[in-house]
């Protein structure tokens, strides 16, 4: 059993879902004692096969019980003087994503076990910047090493849905894409991808599928140093719902 310091327990739903994504469960409290039960899809240290699911126990400022934590928001009772209370928290995923060139005319590509090929990224972390967290998902997902040259692109989708297993709620992201160079490292895949590999820098759009991927692909093939916002929702289809050109300073 892992354990996570999640401070005040007002708290401990929103550090939960900023660390390990979106994801549904259940707050108990034995003896004292605050566990976390995540689903196995949402941590890579718990096998697929393993229905038990991965158990965190929490470390917490206040003693007062909590009968269950459900959904987007925190509701339970509370006992300890601490009175009832029904609080939400507003969450959104941030994530940053690489569009790595390698000084040849080829940019990075990797395909995902459960969608298309495209640019790597992923989550920001709790307590990681913005650049660390790049860095980490594109040497997790590719095993190359980047640095970032200049953000292409800040995407706001503001549509929440069901995730693919017809259950976890997704709430709104925020993306972050950035123009990369490849200082270093070695072509691998992880968990999470299957294949990674050095693509042309005018054949990648045919391999990608997803439209939203692929407009942000664009928008990194017309870069003009002005950073693009857009505002889109990808379900049940992908439309823009604002897009502009951020002037340079």
Not at 40 to 62: C, D, I, M, S, W
Not at 74 to 83: D, E, P, S, V
Not at 177 to 193: K, P, R, W, Y
Request: aromatic content about 8%.
């Amino acid at each position: 059993m892992d354990e996570l310091d999640v401070g005040s327990r007002p708290l401990v739903l929103p550090r939960l879902r900023h660390r390990y994504g979106p994801m549904c469960g259940t707050l108990s409290e034995t003896s004292g004692s605050m566990s976390w039960r995540i689903f196995p899809q949402y941590h890579p240290a718990v096998g697929a096969a393993e229905q038990r699911g991965f158990y965190l126990k929490l470390n917490t400022r206040l003693s007062a019980s909590v009968d269950s934590i459900i959904g987007a928001g925190i509701r339970g009772r509370t006992a300890g003087g601490l009175g009832g209370y029904d609080m939400t928290f507003p969450t959104h995923i941030v994530a940053v994503s690489g569009i790595v060139d390698d000084g040849q005319g080829h940019v990075l590509l990797v395909k995902l076990r459960d969608r298309a090929w495209e640019f790597p990224g992923g989550q920001v972390e709790n307590g990681e910047s913005l650049l660390d967290a790049l860095q980490r998902e594109v040497r997790e997902e590719s095993g190359i090493e980047v640095h970032a040259r200049s953000l292409v692109g800040v995407y706001s989708n503001t549509g929440e849905y069901t995730w693919h297993d017809g259950v976890t709620h997704v709430p709104t992201k925020v993306m972050l894409d950035f123009a990369c160079v490849a200082v270093g490292g070695m072509l691998s895949t992880s968990d999470e991808t299957t294949e990674s590999r050095w693509v042309a820098r005018d054949e990648a759009l045919a391999l990608m599928t997803a439209p939203a991927i692929r407009t942000r692909f664009q928008r990194y093939l017309t870069y003009d140093g002005r950073t693009t916002f857009m505002d889109y929702v990808t379900q049940p289809a992908f439309v823009i719902k604002h897009e502009q050109a951020m002037p340079t300073p």
